[in-house]
């Protein structure tokens, strides 16, 4: 198929790619009962190795508990599920995708008699923002839907539904020429990006939406919190960002699984410092990229090799 690959695995067995399917009545298609990741396999020095599959993990499983989806599957189950698709398709580097959701039974709000069905697949995914992302910057645009606040849903879980929030945004961004979005909350301060978290760089200190903020906090977001604070730099991790502080920015950058480390170069038109990538956001992702090739000891608890 146009992935490169052919299997996945689904409620426990390995399936032929287009055999991987699911009733048309299932719980999570009709309202969204369902949760999911993203998680990165990177091609390193030392071989394919999976990118903070613990914290992904823990995130997994804590997802499924505002739903009452306790997954069926052990942590170590779906390890070893997850490493045998990656070693049966030859994938060096890939993107990962485990999702849980309620299935059919019956299709009343009340999930609680529906099972819970799981599926992992693995393919390969280059920049999600485009090798010129990474190097120039994108344009993004301040999105017109708001991020629901934690108070309707909450935030901190991946739950499937929730993302029509995103795919609206995302929509609104590229169907006026921009690359993508950022949403502002409830309170009309910064949150995120639809799929990436957002980190602001004023006079050499760095700055990243709280979790009050009604944000995912994203594993790529600890990650680069860590890297910062190792490197030296003061990091305001619980910060509110208004919007009219995006402007006036040294540096803007996203973080995500699948963006990785992308420069913002302008919002709403308005160039963000110099236009390009600032200094600050390229020392990070410099060294984001060094630390997940693998070309430095630093942080090898963070990787879990195939
Ligand atoms: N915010 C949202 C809404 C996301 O979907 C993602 C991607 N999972 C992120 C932030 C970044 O999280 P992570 O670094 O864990 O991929």
């Not at 580097?93 to 819970?116: D, K, M």
């Not at 540096?251 to 699984?257: D, N, P, Q």
Request: glycine share 10%; hydrophobic share 35%; proline share 4%.
């Amino acid at each position: 198929d146009e992935m490169d690959v052919d299997t996945i695995w689904q409620d426990g067995e390995f399936v032929d790619w287009e055999d991987a399917q699911v009733h048309v009545l299932t719980h999570g298609l009709h309202y969204g009962t369902g949760i999911f990741e993203g998680v990165r396999c990177y091609d390193t020095e030392n071989g394919p190795a999976i990118f903070r599959w613990e914290e992904h993990l823990d995130r997994f499983y804590q997802s499924g508990k505002p739903y009452d989806i306790d997954i069926p599957f052990s942590r170590e189950e779906l390890t070893e599920a997850t490493k045998e698709l990656i070693r049966r398709q030859d994938l060096e580097s890939c993107y990962i995708r485990p999702v849980a959701f309620y299935g059919y039974e019956e299709l009343g709000l009340n999930p609680s008699n529906c099972p819970v069905e799981v599926a992992i697949a693995v393919w390969p995914w280059g920049a999600y923002l485009g090798e010129e992302a990474l190097e120039e910057g994108v344009d993004v645009s301040i999105s017109s839907w708001r991020k629901y606040g934690s108070d309707q849903i909450p935030t901190n879980a991946k739950t499937t539904g929730p993302y029509v929030n995103s795919v609206l945004a995302n929509l609104e961004a590229t169907g006026n020429g921009y690359t993508e979005a950022i949403v502002l909350n409830g309170e009309g301060n910064v949150a995120e990006g639809p799929g990436e978290n957002i980190f602001l760089v004023r006079d050499g200190e760095l700055y990243t939406t709280g979790l009050a903020e009604s944000i995912l906090d994203g594993i790529t977001r600890q990650s680069l919190i860590t890297i910062a604070e190792d490197l030296g730099y003061t990091v305001h991790d619980d910060a509110t960002i208004s919007r009219g502080e995006l402007y006036t920015a040294d540096e803007l950058f996203f973080t995500g699984t699948a963006a990785e480390v992308t420069p913002i170069r302008s919002v709403d038109d308005n160039e963000i410092g110099s236009g390009t990538k600032g200094p600050v956001t390229d020392e990070l992702q410099t060294k984001f990229f060094e630390v997940i090739e693998r070309r430095t000891d630093e942080y090898e608890a963070w990787f879990d090799y195939l």
